[in-house]
């Protein structure tokens, strides 16, 4: 039957929307880079996003076209599921950025050798979301979201202590396929259980609100984990500089004057060039304060999808306690798109 309803564009909906979204992640990369208006981005980014809420509110209110009907959040599974996917998204970005730095920064790999190393991760997610996509049987997709947290969880705590005492990537092979095997299993089962109770009216209108917001949490998580990755490496330089013996101290007052305005994450090979006129033990004492410093900033980095990992484990406790959703078809196809 086709559809005979107001096609209007909620063009207000729209642009309060991206104007939330794109300002918080901004804030936090301007974190990431030093700016000054951090605090006037992320406050903006709320206040855009608050305004989004109670516009959408007001609109279904007075009965007018909205950019999404906020009701959607009133089905305990449909939020859940928005949660548990923001969860993974942000937990999946954290990994996408810290790796690939820990990778060509601390191993000194290429581009090719990095993604050849991170291959353990990306086939183990695709084979287990395959495999768990058709063959869940009688298992509670809410039971399968929870082992895909605990795996993603173990595979990232496994790899912490691991980050300052590896000399290859082989090292990483298990906890990579554990945080794959995890993320598999979560790819399989949120988006259905998300879908699933929705209308099939409206399941386009659900699926289009979980891509967006599963994209804003991946945005998030590489924002974040970047910041963090550099903040702990200027807090732990700055901190090993003061305590070092070989550093003047005029020496120990330019690195927290660069460190407060060019924090970088950098390799040897690339400090060496930076440091290249400086005496001999000044340059063995800041490689071997960026040597000690890099790695250690990585495992708090990793920190971010640890946790992140964590909390939705802790919501797929409460998902049990939920009935399973319905299977619908409208979903699947919802979802797969």
Not at 54 to 80: I, M, N, Q, T, Y
Not at 210 to 236: C, E, P, Q, R
Request: proline share 5%; net charge neutral; glycine share 8%.
């Amino acid at each position: 039957m086709p559809y005979t309803g107001d096609r209007s564009v909620d063009v207000v909906g729209s642009i309060l929307s991206v104007l939330g979204m794109s300002l918080l992640v901004l804030g936090v990369l301007a974190w990431q880079e030093g700016g000054e208006s951090v605090a006037a981005l992320l406050l903006a980014g709320t206040l855009f996003s608050v305004a989004l809420v109670r516009w959408l509110v007001r609109r279904r209110r007075e009965g007018k076209p909205a950019l999404f009907d906020p009701e959607l959040f009133s089905e305990p599974l449909f939020k859940f599921g928005i949660s548990q996917s923001v969860c993974q998204q942000v937990a999946l970005g954290g990994l996408l950025i810290a790796l690939p730095m820990y990778l060509q920064i601390d191993l000194g790999y290429n581009a090719l050798q990095a993604g050849l190393s991170l291959a353990p991760l990306s086939l183990t997610m695709f084979f287990i979301a395959l495999l768990a996509g058709r063959r869940a049987g009688k298992q509670r997709p809410s039971a399968l979201i929870r082992a895909g947290f605990v795996l993603l969880a173990a595979g990232v705590l496994l790899m912490v202590p691991i980050v300052p005492r590896a000399d290859t990537s082989l090292y990483l092979a298990i906890p990579l396929m554990l945080c794959g095997a995890g993320l598999g299993l979560l790819v399989s089962q949120i988006n259905n259980y998300t879908l699933a109770p929705i209308s099939d009216e409206r399941v386009g209108e659900a699926a289009g609100v979980n891509s967006a917001v599963s994209s804003f949490g991946l945005s998030v998580g590489l924002a974040f984990t970047g910041a963090i990755l550099l903040a702990a490496m200027s807090i732990l330089f700055s901190a090993k500089s003061d305590a070092s013996t070989v550093l003047a101290a005029a020496e120990k007052a330019r690195v927290a004057e660069v460190l407060e305005h060019d924090a970088q994450v950098m390799s040897d090979a690339q400090l060496q060039e930076q440091i290249a006129t400086q005496p001999r033990a000044t340059q063995d004492e800041i490689l071997r304060i960026n040597e000690q410093a890099r790695p250690q900033a990585l495992q708090v980095a990793l920190l971010v999808p640890l946790l992140v990992s964590l909390l939705g484990l802790g919501l797929s406790f409460r998902m049990m306690r939920l009935p399973d959703p319905a299977p619908s078809k409208a979903a699947e196809v919802a979802a797969l798109g």
